[in-house]
């Protein structure tokens, strides 16, 4: 090996060890996105941010497609029964009756007996349960349980996957978004 040789692999060590995660970090690592305090708090007390937060609105959460025309957003965490459901609400002005109304809800649900799409049906979630008429589909490269929207979700589509055990995703598009949903669902990352 030249020394310019031996030069260029002592440069590169630094960084790899910086990329490379040992199984100790992993660890630490939570298996769920948690909500900090701030945010438990900011749910509480329903405060709402104008103009909404942006494609990392919920810590740990990633929302690579997020659709345009959003006026507010709010953050919304449940901790119940021994799960978390922690999420964001993307909206505009109009009414919620408005068949032009945009809306945008994703959220992730920590409930450990979570392994497999089909138990979202009897999920013991607060508000978006799967209770209508349900079907399991592929949206957006991931195999989804989904139903139209009812009423407290409002119009549109809610759509539910487990990303792993332990960990589900929930997204509610509202009818104008329905034709953006599997980029919505594809573009989720935790």
């Excluded at 104008?50 to 659709?67: F, S």
């Excluded at 487990?162 to 997204?171: A, C, E, Q, Y």
């Amino acid at each position: 090996m030249t020394k310019i040789h031996k030069l260029a692999v002592l440069s590169v060590l630094p960084i790899a060890a910086a990329l490379i995660v040992s199984p100790a970090q992993a660890a630490e690592r939570p298996v769920c996105p948690v909500p900090t305090k701030a945010e438990a708090k900011r749910s509480y007390d329903s405060k709402t941010d104008k103009p909404p937060r942006g494609a990392t609105a919920i810590k740990g959460v990633r929302v690579d497609h997020l659709p345009k025309g959003f006026t507010y957003g709010q953050v919304g965490v449940n901790k119940h029964n021994g799960i978390t459901e922690y999420g964001y609400q993307w909206s505009d002005e109009r009414s919620e009756e408005s068949p032009r109304h945009r809306s945008l809800w994703v959220r992730v649900v920590c409930w450990p007996k979570a392994s497999k799409p089909a138990q979202l049906k009897n999920a013991p979630f607060i508000i978006g349960t799967f209770s209508g008429d349900t079907k399991t589909v592929r949206i957006g490269g991931r195999q989804v349980l989904t139903q139209a929207g009812d009423g407290a979700l409002g119009h549109g589509r809610y759509a539910g996957w487990v990303k792993r055990k332990g960990v589900v995703v929930t997204v509610m598009a509202s009818q104008p978004l329905v034709p953006e949903l599997a980029k919505i669902i594809k573009g989720i990352k935790l």
